[in-house]
């Protein structure tokens, strides 16, 4: 984060380049963002900065291993994304007796083909709630699960919550995925 802005703007006008250094006033979600930056810094808190969210981490916690305990997210438009199931697109419905783990990445896969729709990408999830009809399966399916998550989301790691439920509204689904980004 730099303590000022610099914006390089390039006008080409009949095969000519012309090219301007201009300082920029820094909006003011940046300049707030900044101040619960420097806060959350002063009460002992390690905050990390990640793509368009910072995750945090309060001091002393061990980093969890595949999700954020927290993120925020500084200006921009909340998108919030229905839950996807694990069905390929334009099925009408989950394929019965598909995996898990398959079900895991063809709704992440939807989910991430309908933030890029709102005009955002990967980078700009900030949570996921998954939605699970079957914990054990879930438990036992962990290397599936992770595999598809690296398939589909690679390194990032949003906040997440994951739900057991006794049904979804697909009686051949195992996982439904809801999410929420932030796009600038």
Not at 91 to 113: D, F, K
Not at 143 to 162: D, I, K, Q
Request: no cysteine; proline share 4%; aromatic share 8%.
């Amino acid at each position: 984060m730099a303590a000022f802005s610099i914006a390089f703007v390039a006008m080409v006008f009949f095969g000519l380049a012309m090219v301007a250094l201009a300082a920029q006033p820094k909006p003011a979600w940046q300049l707030e963002w900044e101040k619960t930056l420097e806060a959350a810094k002063k009460e002992g808190q390690v905050v990390v900065y990640i793509g368009g969210y910072e995750a945090v981490l309060p001091e002393g916690w061990a980093r969890p291993r595949g999700f954020s305990q927290a993120v925020k997210s500084a200006g921009g438009t909340t998108v919030r994304i229905s839950g996807q199931l694990g069905r390929a697109p334009g099925a009408a419905g989950v394929e019965a007796g598909a995996s898990l783990g398959t079900q895991w990445r063809l709704a992440l896969e939807n989910l991430i083909t309908v933030v890029r729709a709102a005009g955002g990408d990967i980078g700009n999830i900030v949570m996921l709630r998954a939605y699970v009809t079957d914990m054990a399966e879930f438990g036992a399916g962990g290397a599936a699960v992770g595999e598809a998550w690296g398939a589909t989301l690679g390194r990032h790691f949003p906040a997440m919550t994951l739900v057991g439920v006794t049904a979804l509204v697909d009686p051949n689904a195992r996982v439904e995925i809801e999410a929420e980004a932030v796009i600038a």
